[in-house]
C-alpha cells in the first residue's frame, strides 16, 4: 500500500486511539482491540503498527504526567493527526462505496 494509504490493522489501531481519546496508551489500545475484534492482539503487532502510522504522520503521541499506580512511570499517549482523521475518511468512503456495490446473492451451495 502507498505511504497514505491504510491497511486493516492500521485502520482498526487509529479507529480505537480516536475513540479512546486521551486514554490512548498501548495496553488501552490493545485492550480495545481485542475487546471488538474477538481477536488477540500482540504487543509487538501493535508497536510495530504504532510506530508505521506515527511515520506516516497519521498519529503523534506525548508522555502524560507520572501515576502513583504506575509507580511514579509516565504513559505514551497518543492521538491521531488531521492527516490520520483524512485517511480514514477515505478507507471509509472506499470501503462504503464497495459495501453499495456488494451483490447480496443467495449463499452458494
Partial sequence: MGKNKLGEF???VL???GGLDNEAYTVSIQQLLE???NRSVSMGALYTSLE???KKGFLKSSMSKPTAERGGKSKRIYRVT???ESALQEARMIRDSLWKK???SPAWS
Avoid: D, K, S
Fill in 82 to 84: 488531521y492527516a490520520g
Fill in 52 to 54: 508505521r502510522l506515527t
Fill in 35 to 37: 475487546a471488538h475484534t
Fill in 102 to 104: 456488494f451483490n447480496w
Fill in 15 to 17: 479507529l480505537a486511539i
Fill in 10 to 12: 492500521e485502520e482498526l
